[in-house]
Nanobody, 112 residues
Framework: QVQLVESGGGLVQAGGSLRLSCAAS????????MAWYRQTPGKQRMLVAS???????NYADSVKGRFTISRDNAENTMSLQMNSLKPEDTAIYYC??????WGQGTQVTVSS
């Protein structure tokens, strides 16, 4: 099965932008469901956005209009463009691919 590696996290001021990337070790063409999740200490991991291999997307209400998920099946990558970031977006962000394949996570910190 493929392995996933996230990159692009960091520290940004509120209102700023970050772009997260998820690189797969192999082809993602046959992987229907990919997603970004995030987790803060003491809380459950929650879905941020998902995308199918046909490009259908779904977003958590809290990020609609600010975040955009995309995938490049030819490059075996998935991205999350995050704009208008808020302090409450601070979390560890995880890349996910069906079924039950997770990246190691990347920290996003948004300062007020």
């Amino acid at each position: 099965q493929v392995q996933l590696v996230e990159s692009g996290g960091g520290l940004v001021q509120a209102g700023g932008s970050l772009r997260l990337s998820c690189a797969a070790s192999g082809s993602i063409l046959s992987i229907n469901h990919m997603a970004w999740y995030r987790q803060t200490p003491g809380k459950q991991r929650m879905l941020v956005a998902s995308i199918t291999n046909r490009g259908s997307t779904n977003y958590a209400d809290s990020v609609k209009g600010r975040f955009t998920i995309s995938r490049d099946n030819a490059e075996n990558t998935m991205s999350l463009q995050m704009n208008s970031l808020k302090p409450e977006d601070t979390a560890i962000y995880y890349c996910y691919a069906s079924y039950d394949i997770w990246g190691q996570g990347t920290q996003v910190t948004v300062s007020s």
